[in-house]
């Protein structure tokens, strides 16, 4: 069976399958708008049959040149599933109600349109990191290990009053800690898969089950260079979006959204944290939270985003970041990556790659014997970064809740099916 995209470039007799988008009927006949989630073609069946929104058919016919595409004269009629009370009507519906129906929703223009976006940005990140001799590795989901060290990852539950492995085991937070020992023996890793944070936030920005690219290289001594490969990474996948068939429909969701992409092709902004402190306490903006030395808030990215587009901002103070990153003076050798309307997409650093240094951060942390071990046999420089998915298909399609962005969202007080 080939899918309604490809039957659109035959001629002549064909059968297609797919799910009522719409009906129009006329007084002889009726126009069904039929898609398969892949493409749409409308069709022409003579006989007034019952047929609504939501139902599945199988028609076989003749194709027929209508306008600038195809459209079908149907002869043969039949039903794969009926759809009585079908609750999403062709009308538009708030993005609020359709969260409501999460596994009626992909079948909306618009989730169709997300959910190939989201495969489409995967496939050219891979590319990316293909042609720049990366392996694709996989890090483990449970972990005794907590990577950011902030308290914020979910524990398993005992089992019969036992812990299943012996000791506690959380979901993982971030793969970094294993991508750095697959790095040691393969150079250039990445990884792409969920993570999981038991954050306390009801905000568009998190979920607590999300999909994270992380990337680990070998060899690296000096921050510009984890700057430059992250520009070139998303400077490929926007010109890859502004040339593809989605960025067509998503433009006419959002005027600005070709603007917007286009600026991503322009050279990034790179500001230290202290500078851009600088032009935060400068700026005569009324921020609901004061700019310190305490890390920025989303109104400060924002507004930082909003003066200079894409921006990197980069060695943070070393008491607000965790220990793994590495040390320069009084800061750490790291990098946000902040894009406007989104805030921070990326975050990465060096890593501490000095066995005694990084044996006196983690005195009284158990359990991580092995980090340490790849600082004490062969320790070489290195850095990678993570980036969440969501927020980068956010930018990349103008739809900027995050709850939107990934097929089934699990965020506070939400687990629906």
């Known amino acids: 069976m080939k899918t309604i995209r490809q039957i659109l470039q035959l001629e002549g007799q064909v059968t297609v399958s797919g799910w009522i988008r719409s009906v129009r009927t006329q007084k002889n006949h009726v126009f069904v708008d039929l898609s398969d989630g892949i493409g749409n073609i409308q069709c022409l069946i003579q006989d007034k049959l019952p047929l609504h929104t939501g139902m599945s058919l199988k028609l076989s016919g003749t194709l027929q040149e209508y306008r600038n595409s195809k459209e079908l004269h149907v002869q043969d009629v039949k039903i794969l599933g009926e759809a009585l009370d079908y609750p999403l009507h ?9 969260r409501e129906w999460l596994h009626l929703r992909p079948r909306t223009r618009t989730f169709q349109h997300l959910n190939r976006t989201r495969s489409n940005l995967e496939l050219w990140l ?100 984890l700057l430059d490969f992250t520009e070139h990474m998303i400077q490929h996948v926007s010109t890859k979006m502004l040339q593809s068939q989605e960025f067509d429909f998503f433009k006419q969701l959002d005027p600005e959204l070709q603007s917007r992409l286009e600026q991503l092709q322009k050279p990034f902004k790179r500001l230290t944290y202290h500078q851009a402190l600088d032009i935060l306490l400068k700026s005569n903006q009324h921020f609901q939270f004061q700019p310190s030395e305490d890390g920025l808030q989303t109104e400060h990215e924002k507004y930082l985003a909003s003066l200079f587009g894409p921006v990197f901002v980069t060695d943070y103070p070393s008491k607000i970041k965790p220990f793994y990153m590495k040390p320069k003076n009084d800061v750490v050798e790291c990098m946000d990556l902040i894009l406007p309307g989104m805030g921070e997409i990326v975050g990465g650093s060096l890593r501490e790659d000095n066995y005694v240094r990084l044996k006196e951060k983690m005195q009284g942390m158990e359990g991580y014997d092995w980090y340490l071990d790849l600082r004490k046999y062969g320790s070489v420089p290195h850095g990678g970064f993570g980036m969440g998915m969501e927020r980068l298909l956010a930018y990349m399609t103008g739809i900027w809740n995050v709850r939107d962005l990934i097929p089934f969202p699990r965020y506070m007080d939400h687990c629906q099916m």
């Open 126 to 225: 891979q590319e990316f990191l293909h042609l720049n001799d990366f392996t694709k590795t996989t890090t483990p989901i449970l972990t005794q290990n907590d990577c950011e060290g902030g308290g914020e990852a979910f524990v398993l539950s005992k089992t019969n009053q036992k812990h299943f492995f012996g000791s506690p085991v959380y979901l993982s937070v971030s793969g970094q800690l294993h991508l750095e020992a697959l790095s040691a023996g393969l150079s250039r890793v990445y990884t792409l898969g969920p993570c999981f944070r038991a954050e306390r936030s009801d905000s568009t920005r998190h979920l607590a089950e999300f999909w994270m690219l992380e990337a680990e290289m070998s060899f690296i001594e000096d921050l510009s260079e």
């Open 90 to 98: 062709k009308q538009k519906m708030p993005m609020t109600h359709l």
